[in-house]
């Protein structure tokens, strides 16, 4: 049987058969395809939120003057900083270093003398965790705002105008009120697609051959395409009712708004699976092993979707040969058109490239899976 | 019997490193993990593209564009012509963010008049694009700032910041610390929930069970094995933190080993209370999966367990990555003793214990 002759039709169908009912009968499946996406959406909804909304910050206000309460006050009704009162330096550095508080502001013992005194300016000090460099941006960002704000109000109190010489006014294009959770969840639609595509396949024809039912295979008139076809039609079934339940939860459960046309979606989705399916049957084909070729699928799919391809962290960061290695991962393009169909709608350039890219994936994984399936036993 | 468990937790090993396969799937991800998280996982804003569009073409706003070119932050200024393709370049995310300076700024400023600039944030980015929204504003500041002390009218305060632990908020000093986390829990995951399910799948568990060991010594033979590699794992890792990528270890060696140990422990009763259940390797992975996902999700490596409904919150607090992290990230960066430790050692402590015993109460019901 080892020249690939044409496909039958009633032999496909069993085969496909036989691998639902694999499908089927394990409640695994199941749950990863229909259980784990809701969680993992919902976590991700949640769980990933970088819009800071209350940050814990500790103050020292080591000055009595007018000023300095002031200034304390305009601190506290910050509404993205939680302000906590402290009496002396040792407890608010303990603070800090048990990660109670992200960082505190000192107004030291001669602010006001210094603010009532011409030519001298009065320094406001803040120390902020770096242990949470992201969270310490924030932090800096929001006691600039609050000192801003006082001082503004402090000119206007003098009958200065207190308009800023240059003010800079921010529109959010897409996601008006710039929520972090409306690009992250299309994007961990990509990381979920990937789970079910890769990982659930790099195990199916590893446990034939560790199960031995792969040389009762070989002996049947079935052909390479059967075989393969018969391990992909499933899975993407799988894969693509998985899909439309995370665009269900997306937009009913977690209320991130779906722009694009459902269609391209389904395009799109179909060609990532092709890509992820491909490369979980592949691993599965080389390794054998399904301890190995799950761990492999681990490291060269689910690895590569979370960190590179743009879900979280930004491509544009990373060093050249890492940027350069991000072209070589599918699920950036399938985040990318995730993004855009999930915020902006369409946009042709984007989606053209990003079209283009997942089929030449999608061709090159199911090609080499097809020319690496070969049926002998060595 | 102790003879009878060393030659278990040999086999283990011995299983685990003994084909060439194996072998690269224990080093290689570590590598490869160590190249891509440090250098791939950061929210910082670098080489982002800022496209302007300069209405007006007067002094000042020359002066001001020129300013925001020369910054860091910005290696890529794109100037753009009309507001269509200020527009365009947001749309295919050629640019982060987009400034437009409006015909009359130079005018205004130059008869002293409160002057305007729009900024076009991509929300589809938000994160980053706030980032580079707040690095554009602060050099909008600074310019105004410079004119008015030109003008003899100096601000009166300012704002000092320093950043303890870290000082230049490199992003490599907060990942690495995660990185030892996350290998670590890797490590002592897979190998006890999958072992026990590739040796019932494979029919030899049942040759285990006639021999004359317990199920207690049978755990105890799975649990080893998966300590020592972990915690290799996790040795590498934090090697090549301190010397590949420069980070400071402030604290105790032996307090690192001992975080590991504790950790390991909780994760390894999760592991065998996962195997337990299963009876496929397929079963045995998704259910690590399962773990495993919402356990770095909700750690607060990805984003500040503070920003997190209150719900998730406790689930961060009987997450054994949380209170690992805070302890590594500790040891590097904070210095941490003992007395900073264990508020966050008790609770991998208790949570080894319940998952331990759990994992036994299971082992005893399903497997004996």
Redesign the interface.
């Known amino acids: 049987m080892t020249q690939p002759s044409a496909l039958s039709w009633r032999r496909l169908v069993a085969l496909c058969r036989k691998e639902s009912y694999e499908i089927i009968r394990?409640p695994?499946?199941i749950?990863?395809a229909f259980v784990?996406p809701v969680?993992?959406l919902v976590?991700?909804g949640?769980?990933?939120?970088?819009?800071?909304?209350?940050?814990?910050i500790g103050l020292l206000v080591e000055d009595g003057g007018v000023e300095a309460a002031r200034f304390a006050a305009t601190l506290a009704a910050t509404p993205n900083l939680d302000t906590r009162r402290s009496t002396s330096r040792p407890e608010v550095e303990h603070w800090?270093?048990?990660?109670e508080v992200?960082g505190f502001v000192i107004l030291p013992p001669d602010f006001s003398a210094r603010?009532a005194r011409p030519g001298t300016?009065?320094?406001?000090?803040?120390?902020?965790?770096?242990?949470?460099?992201?969270?310490?941006?924030f932090v800096?960002?929001y006691?600039?705002g609050a000192?801003a704000a006082w001082?503004q109000q402090?000119l206007a109190d003098r009958g200065v105008?207190a308009?800023?010489?240059?003010?800079?006014?921010?529109?959010?294009?897409?996601?008006?009120a710039?929520?972090?959770r409306?690009?992250i969840v299309p994007g961990s639609i990509a990381v979920i697609m990937t789970?079910i595509g890769a990982?659930?396949t790099s195990?199916v024809v590893a446990?034939e051959w560790?199960?031995g039912t792969m040389e009762a295979l070989l002996s049947t008139p079935v052909t390479r395409s059967e075989f393969l076809l018969s391990k992909i039609i499933p899975y993407y079934a799988l894969g693509m009712a998985a899909m439309l339940l995370c665009l269900t939860v997306s937009v009913l459960l977690l209320g991130v708004p779906f722009r694009g046309s459902l269609l391209l979606l389904l395009v799109f989705a179909t060609l990532f699976l092709g890509s992820s399916l491909g490369l979980g049957l592949l691993l599965s084909t080389i390794?054998r092993?399904?301890?190995?070729a799950?761990?492999?699928a681990?490291?060269a799919a689910f690895?590569p979707a979370t960190?590179?391809s743009g879900f979280?962290?930004?491509i544009?960061?990373?060093?050249l040969p890492?940027r350069i290695a991000t072209y070589l991962v599918p699920a950036r393009y399938f985040v990318?058109a995730l993004?855009?169909l999930f915020?902006?709608g369409f946009?042709g350039?984007?989606l053209l490239r990003d079209f283009l890219c997942l089929a030449a994936s999608a061709v090159f994984f199911l090609g080499i899976t097809a020319l690496r399936t070969r049926k002998r036993l060595d | 019997m102790l003879h009878r468990l060393l030659t278990l937790i040999t086999k283990e090993l011995l299983l685990a490193l003994r084909d060439p396969?194996?072998r690269t799937?224990l080093i290689?991800?570590v590598i490869?993990?160590l190249a891509?998280?440090p250098?791939?996982?950061?929210?910082?804003?670098?080489?982002?593209?800022l496209a302007i569009l300069n209405e007006d073409g007067g002094a000042e706003s020359t002066e001001l564009v020129e300013r925001l070119a020369r910054t860091q932050a910005f290696p890529h200024i794109v100037m753009v012509h009309s507001e269509s393709a200020l527009r365009r370049s947001?749309?295919?995310?050629d640019a982060?963010l987009g400034l437009q300076v409006p015909v009359d700024f130079s005018r205004r400023?130059a008869s002293s008049q409160?002057?305007?600039?729009?900024?076009?944030?991509?929300?589809?980015?938000?994160?980053?694009?706030?980032?580079a929204?707040?690095y554009?504003?602060t050099i909008?500041?600074d310019?105004?700032t410079e004119?008015?002390t030109a003008a003899g009218q100096?601000?009166?305060?300012?704002?000092?910041?320093?950043?303890?632990?870290?000082?230049n908020?490199?992003?490599r000093?907060?990942m690495l610390p995660v990185l030892v986390s996350i290998i670590t829990t890797?490590g002592s995951m897979?190998v006890t929930a999958?072992s026990i399910a590739?040796e019932r799948?494979?029919g030899t568990f049942d040759q285990l069970l006639v021999s004359p060991l317990t199920p207690a010594y049978i755990m105890i033979g799975k649990t080893v094995p998966a300590l020592v590699i972990a915690m290799a794992q996790g040795t590498m890792v934090a090697t090549a933190a301190v010397f590949v990528y420069g980070v400071p270890f402030h604290g105790a060696l032996a307090l690192l080993y001992l975080g590991m140990l504790c950790y390991g422990l909780s994760l390894a009763g999760i592991g065998l209370f996962i195997s337990s259940m299963?009876e496929?390797?397929?079963?045995a992975?998704?259910?690590v999966?399962?773990f495993m996902?919402?356990a770095t999700?909700?750690s607060g490596f990805?984003?500040?367990a503070?920003?997190?409904?209150i719900f998730?919150q406790w689930l961060n607090r009987i997450d054994p990555l949380s209170h690992f992290i805070?302890i590594v990230?500790?040891l590097f960066?904070?210095g941490y003793g003992v007395a900073?430790i264990w508020?966050n050692l008790w609770p991998l402590l208790a949570i080894a214990a319940v998952t331990m015993s759990g994992a036994y109460w299971m082992f005893r019901r399903h497997v004996a």
């Open positions: 394990d695994s499946s749950i990863i784990l969680i993992l976590i991700f949640y769980g990933v939120n970088l819009d800071s909304s209350a940050i814990r800090l270093v048990t990660g992200r603010l300016t009065a320094p406001v000090q803040l120390v902020t965790d770096g242990a949470e460099p992201n969270t310490a941006s800096a960002a006691v600039d000192w001082s402090r105008d308009r800023p010489a240059i003010e800079t006014i921010p529109r959010y294009w897409f996601n008006s710039a929520i972090s409306h690009f789970i990982l659930l195990l446990r560790e199960r390794m092993n399904q301890f190995n799950a761990q492999a681990l490291n690895l960190m590179l979280i962290y930004e544009a960061g990373m060093p890492i990318e993004q855009t915020q902006a946009v350039a984007v | 396969q194996s799937l290689m991800p490869l993990q891509l998280f250098l791939a996982a950061s929210l910082e804003v670098k080489n982002a593209t947001i749309d295919r995310q982060l400023l409160p002057a305007t600039i729009f900024a076009v944030v991509d929300g589809r980015r938000s994160n980053s694009a706030q980032i929204y707040g554009a504003s909008i500041d310019f105004a004119r008015a100096p601000p009166v305060s300012h704002i000092v910041v320093r950043n303890w632990y870290n000082p908020l490199e992003y000093w907060f890797i897979i999958l590739r799948e494979q299963c496929t390797q397929q079963q992975f998704l259910g999966f399962t996902v919402p999700t909700l990805m984003a500040p503070e920003n997190m409904p998730f805070i990230k500790g960066l904070k900073l508020p």
